[in-house]
């Protein structure tokens, strides 16, 4: 993405973990300084990639509605998908969450051992290929219950 | 010479048989809040939309009918988090009954959802949900 598209990208996932039933819950001026605050200066793309990807791992966890979710769309990731490019930021990002590993592996568990359908497992590739590239995913440590606050670059 | 019409009528009597159950009875499933849920997924899907959309349609769908966020509902009635099946079982119906009808209402309009670009045509297909979900909400007894 181009820096105004990852802006406006931004802006709509800041619109909607900021809105109920469809109206603003924060003024829209406040958009710019939480950028600044939490991620950095504005004029640098990587400030809005970040911003991006905690934005977006904001909106998985917190629509995580049931585990299996995020095996089957959320966090599976298509070459074809919009922020298949930010997938490694993104899970990054989702796994600064203290039950992240948990989730994903209790939807892992949910698609293949309580019995998924063919179209659901095999839909799963995505997630399955970007865990593949991670390393002591079970070794973490330090995780805590609130996305971590990215430093300002 | 009857006998032989009546094994002709009961030879084309399972033909006919072997045409609706065989081959229609294999690709049916139970319907579940789990295949529900697929339904609707799917049909966000069908009509262009991608997981953002999947995403923006339950946070609306859970705002409209239960006046609350996901995590909050789960905080609230007690169910293991992400985890769909512990949640109260009037809530689970209410989801089944809001997932069916508005993936009911995505097929309907499949191939009629556009938009100029995928924030578009994710904003239509979120807007569909929320009005179904509007509807729903009339129906439930809270």
Redo the contacts between chains.
């Keep these: 993405m181009k820096i105004y598209q990852l802006k ?2 931004v802006l ?1 996932q800041w619109k ?1 973990l900021h809105s ?3 109206q603003l819950t924060s003024p829209i001026e406040q958009f710019g300084l939480d950028i600044r605050k939490q991620f950095g200066d504005r004029r640098y793309k990587v400030t809005w990639i970040r911003a991006l990807a905690y934005y977006q791992a904001q ?2 966890y ?6 299996t ?1 995020l095996i ?3 966090l ?1 990731f298509r070459p074809q ?3 298949y490019a930010y997938r490694n930021e993104i899970l990054d990002a989702f796994l600064q969450y203290e ?1 992240s590993l948990e ?1 994903i592996k ?1 939807g892992l568990e949910n698609l293949y051992v309580d019995g998924g ?1 063919a ?2 497992t095999e839909s799963a590739h995505g997630i399955l290929k970007l865990l593949e590239t991670r390393e002591g995913l079970g070794a973490r440590s330090g995780q805590r219950d609130k996305p971590r606050v990215l430093s300002a670059a | 010479m009857a006998q032989g019409q009546d094994s002709e009528i009961n030879q084309e009597s399972s033909q006919q048989l072997d045409l609706f159950r065989k081959g229609e009875l294999a690709n049916r499933e139970r319907s579940t809040g789990v295949t529900i849920f697929r339904k609707f997924t799917d049909s966000i899907k069908a009509n262009g939309g991608d997981a953002d959309a999947i995403i923006d349609s339950i946070t609306v769908e859970t705002e409209e009918l239960f006046g609350c966020s996901v995590r909050e509902l789960y905080q609230a009635t007690g169910g293991k988090k992400n985890d769909r099946s512990t949640l109260p079982e009037i809530v689970q119906r209410s989801y089944i009954a809001n997932e069916a009808l508005s993936s009911f209402e995505l097929e309907r309009m499949e191939g009629t959802i556009g938009g100029e670009d995928q924030q578009e045509n994710n904003e239509n297909i979120v807007g569909t949900v929320r009005d179904v979900s509007k509807k729903t909400r009339k129906w439930l007894p809270w």
């Design positions: 406006e990208h709509s909607s109920w039933c469809g909106r998985i917190e629509s995580c509605i049931d585990s979710l089957t769309h959320t599976n998908d919009r922020l039950d989730l209790q359908t179209q659901d």
